[in-house]
C-alpha cells in the first residue's frame, strides 16, 4: 500500500489511485462483471494493466474475485462490501465534476 502519513483521507485515494481503478469501480458498481467485459467497457486497457489492478483492488479489500473451477474458469469480480460504500462518494465526485466543469456524467444512475 502507499505511503498514507496516518491521514485516511490519503488512505482512501490511495485505493481509488490508479488510471483505470475508478472507472473499474464505477462498472462493478452495476453488478458483477467477468474480466472481458471490464475489459471490453475499458477501452484502451491492456489485460496486463486491468489484471493488475483488480488484483490492487482485491488486496485493499474493496472488490472479490470468485472463479468457478470450469475449463477455461470462469472468473467473475463484483465489488465487496467495502467497496459498495466507495460508490456514493463516487456519485458525490460526479455530481461535483459534473457541476464544476460542466461535463454531462456518460454512466449514470436512473
Same mark, same amino acid.
Given at each position: 500500500? !502507499? &505511503?498514507?502519513? %496516518?491521514?485516511?483521507v490519503?488512505?482512501?485515494?490511495?485505493?481509488?489511485? @490508479? !488510471?483505470?481503478?475508478?472507472?473499474?469501480?464505477?462498472?462493478?458498481?452495476? %453488478?458483477?462483471?467477468?474480466?472481458? !467485459?471490464? $475489459?471490453?467497457?475499458? &477501452? %484502451? *486497457?491492456?489485460?496486463?494493466?486491468? +489484471?493488475?489492478? /483488480?488484483?490492487?483492488?482485491? =488486496?485493499?479489500g *474493496?472488490? $472479490?474475485?470468485?472463479?468457478?473451477?470450469?475449463? &477455461?474458469? !470462469? *472468473?467473475?469480480?463484483?465489488?465487496? +462490501?467495502? %467497496?459498495?460504500? /466507495?460508490? &456514493?462518494?463516487?456519485?458525490?465526485?460526479? +455530481?461535483? @465534476?459534473?457541476?464544476?466543469? @460542466?461535463?454531462?456524467? =456518460?454512466? @449514470? $444512475?436512473?
Amino acid at each position: 500500500m !502507499k &505511503p498514507h502519513h %496516518g491521514c485516511p483521507v490519503q488512505a482512501t485515494i490511495n485505493v481509488m489511485s @490508479g !488510471k483505470w481503478k475508478v472507472q473499474i469501480l464505477w462498472h462493478l458498481s452495476f %453488478g458483477p462483471k467477468r474480466f472481458a !467485459k471490464l $475489459r471490453s467497457l475499458l &477501452p %484502451g *486497457v491492456s489485460e496486463k494493466v486491468l +489484471a493488475d489492478q /483488480l488484483r490492487q483492488l482485491e =488486496t485493499d479489500g *474493496v472488490l $472479490r474475485r470468485e472463479a468457478s473451477p470450469s475449463v &477455461p474458469p !470462469k *472468473v467473475t469480480y463484483s465489488l465487496s +462490501a467495502s %467497496g459498495k460504500k /466507495l460508490v &456514493p462518494m463516487m456519485e458525490d465526485l460526479c +455530481a461535483w @465534476g459534473s457541476k464544476h466543469f @460542466g461535463i454531462q456524467p =456518460t454512466l @449514470g $444512475r436512473s
